[in-house]
């Protein structure tokens, strides 16, 4: 295993909704229709900070120029 990699950080669904301000349902339909990358462990559905930080920044909407 190469060294230099390190494994995703993973936060529980609760989490992931409570950063985004959305339910956890709604992390859930994300998830099983792939808008977002999930991780099953065990029963426990999991998403990577990468995944969260990824969904905020298709988010962020243009600033308007004001003339």
């Known amino acids: ?3 230099t990699m390190s494994a995703p950080r993973l936060v529980s669904v609760k989490t992931a909704a409570e950063i985004l301000g959305v339910s956890i ?3 859930r ?3 099983y229709s792939g808008k977002i990358c999930s991780h ?3 029963k ?3 998403v990577s900070t990468a995944e969260i ?3 905020v920044t298709e988010s ?5 120029e004001q003339n």
């Open 1 to 3: 295993m190469d060294k």
């Open 25 to 27: 349902w709604t992390i």
């Open 29 to 31: 339909m994300w998830a």
């Open 40 to 42: 099953k462990l065990g």
């Open 44 to 46: 426990r559905l999991m």
């Open 53 to 55: 930080d990824r969904i």
């Open 60 to 64: 962020v909407r243009p600033r308007l």
